[in-house]
């Protein structure tokens, strides 16, 4: 038998956002501002802070030992959960807000974003011809509550030669890019074969997306 007091907060949920259908970003990725353009979500972009004299609300360093599927959810979750904070701290509207967390993974070990160039070759030199995990989640905060989902992508690249790499990552997209490639980018000339989320490896897995947005009543058709 349903527990009343989860089916009431449930529908207290879906009530609140069905009234405005509307959601905060907190991301400063254009990439997952385009895929939710893409299904047509109304979002206003949350800015979290990262300067040198304010410091970032969410430390993403990984924990010794902690397994891909854990980090990425427990960073999404801190993001969610810090953005809904700052909307309280600022006197905003409490819209939900959605975060996500994108990391690359090969043979179980977290690649991350690169450090500087050399850091980029060094990720791109271990994925060449080999097969890595792209692991995404996305949370969705409101009202003291936040829903989690995961993505898990595998990812196969082609033998990338040396110059290539270098070519690469002169052009400038490999840097802040979790595994060091931008797929929608010219990597994905490197990507022999996808099991999983194109949308995903871009970095907001838009069918878990969906499944969340349709949950607490913001309609995608």
């Keep these: 038998m349903p527990n009343p007091l989860?089916?009431?907060l449930n529908l207290i949920w879906t009530m609140t956002i069905t009234t405005e259908n509307q959601i905060y970003l907190a991301s400063r990725s254009a990439r997952?501002?385009?895929?939710?353009?893409?299904?047509?979500?109304?979002?206003?972009?949350?800015l979290m802070r990262g300067t040198l004299s304010r410091p970032v609300d969410v430390d993403e360093t990984p924990i010794p030992g902690e397994l891909p599927a854990d980090y990425v959810y427990r960073i999404t979750h801190s993001k969610a959960e810090a953005g809904w904070l700052r909307l309280k701290q600022r006197g905003l509207p409490l819209y939900p807000v959605l975060a996500a967390d994108t990391t690359v993974v090969l043979d179980g070990c977290i690649l991350g974003k690169p450090e500087n160039s050399g850091h980029a070759e060094e990720i791109l030199a271990?994925?060449?011809?080999?097969?890595?995990?792209?692991?995404?989640?996305?949370?969705?905060?409101?009202?003291?509550?936040?829903?989690?989902?995961?993505?898990?992508?595998t990812v196969r690249f082609r033998e990338i030669g040396q110059r290539e790499i270098q070519s690469y990552i002169a052009s400038g997209e490999p840097h802040d890019k979790a595994g060091a490639y931008a797929i929608q980018g010219k990597a994905a000339a490197f990507v022999i074969h996808i099991n999983g989320s194109y949308s995903g490896i871009v970095g907001l897995p838009l069918f878990e997306t969906c499944q969340l947005l349709e949950e607490t009543g913001i309609s995608i058709f």
């Design 6 to 8: 989860e089916f009431t």
């Design 32 to 46: 997952r501002r385009d895929l939710l353009k893409q299904i047509g979500i109304r979002h206003t972009l949350l």
């Design 126 to 153: 271990a994925l060449s011809g080999q097969e890595h995990q792209v692991y995404t989640a996305v949370g969705l905060a409101f009202q003291g509550q936040t829903r989690l989902r995961l993505s898990t992508t």
